[in-house]
């Protein structure tokens, strides 16, 4: 069913992305591909995502040992399960 106002882009944000929690798990992220891209593991542009294998919200850590390597898509489908 469709809309019947626009969205409004600026409140959706400032009521996700805006949280201090929302802001540090994107840190946590963003520190997690640079470290991979430093390491000659993945490429701008090249599909690939950096996973945590123990989701930061379960637990895990931002460390190097817990992220590793997979196709953005299967990040995707793989969500927050753990093994």
Aim: net charge positive; glycine share 8%; charged share 40%.
């Amino acid at each position: 069913m469709p809309r019947k106002e626009p969205r409004n882009y600026k409140e959706e944000y400032a009521e996700y992305h805006g949280k201090a929690t929302q802001k540090k798990n994107r840190a946590y992220r963003n520190r997690a591909r640079d470290i991979m891209e430093k390491k000659g593991r993945v490429h701008k542009g090249d599909g690939k995502a950096v996973d945590h294998k123990k989701p930061l919200m379960r637990g895990g850590s931002p460390s190097i040992n817990n992220l590793k390597v997979m196709s953005a898509k299967a990040n995707r489908k793989k969500g927050i399960k753990v093994k």
